[in-house]
């Protein structure tokens, strides 16, 4: 998930009262409440981070009925974890007033940390590289996702009769399906894309729609002035109609 509002939190948010005995099965602390989180998105799920001393863990929770599928989404990362560094999903799980998502921590740090934040000249390049890769590394075929403008219309949750109709698909690619810069884990020091998170949109279809979404997300994250950098990187021209066609499709309903 990832419209302007998913951010860093700015305060603390309480580990919910579900979740606590999860944690505290995979090591956390007696003061489980307080594990840090280190995300929080528009649907109002939240991401914990739990050090550890086997290795940090991070923990997505999405409240009940906000329509976030977490266990779809582990099944896309087990499928995608043979290609690329993506979570290594330990447990999913549902109770009454929500679900979890456990994964390993991987190296690198999200393209949107502070650090990275004042240096878009090095990250916008590099996060233009990172979706090239996933589009070339993951195979269409034998993917059992779909991405695609009709899966799309179909699950769309606001009114699509402003919508064009969909350009011809220019290469068919799995996209990642949310290629926002947060969802993209940087190398320390080289700012080389090291691993990818937040998978549950994974699936097959036109590299616009990924391309269009990244783009847009860079004017949120950098300012603008950086699409054609990310573009470049990349390695494709600029193409209004299908990035107009996709932002669109987006805002009805990723
Ligand atoms: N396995 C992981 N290793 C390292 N960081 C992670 C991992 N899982 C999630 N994160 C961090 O938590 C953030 C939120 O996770 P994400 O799956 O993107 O949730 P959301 O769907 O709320 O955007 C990511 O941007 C990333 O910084
Ligand atoms: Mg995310």
Redesign the pocket.
Known sequence: ??VPI?QVPAGPVPVPAELRPVLARWGAPPAVAAVPA????A?G???F?LQRPGG???C?WAPAGVG?DLAA?AVKARWAARWLP???VVETGAGVSGSW?L????????A??PDWLARPEVVVPSLGRALRRWHEELPVSGCPFDWSVPFRLRRAVRDVSGLREPPAVDRLVVCHG?ACA??T?LAEGTGEAV?W????GVGVGDRWADIAVATMSLDWNYGPGWQEVFLAAYGVEPDPVRTAYYRALWDVGP
């Open positions: 998930m990832s998913s280190v995300w929080v998105n649907a799920g939240t991401t981070r940090a863990l991070f997505k976030l989404e993506v979570p290594d998502l994964s390993r921590a991987l190296p690198g740090r999200s949107v940390d949310d947060p969802n884990l691993a998170v937040d998978l549950s």
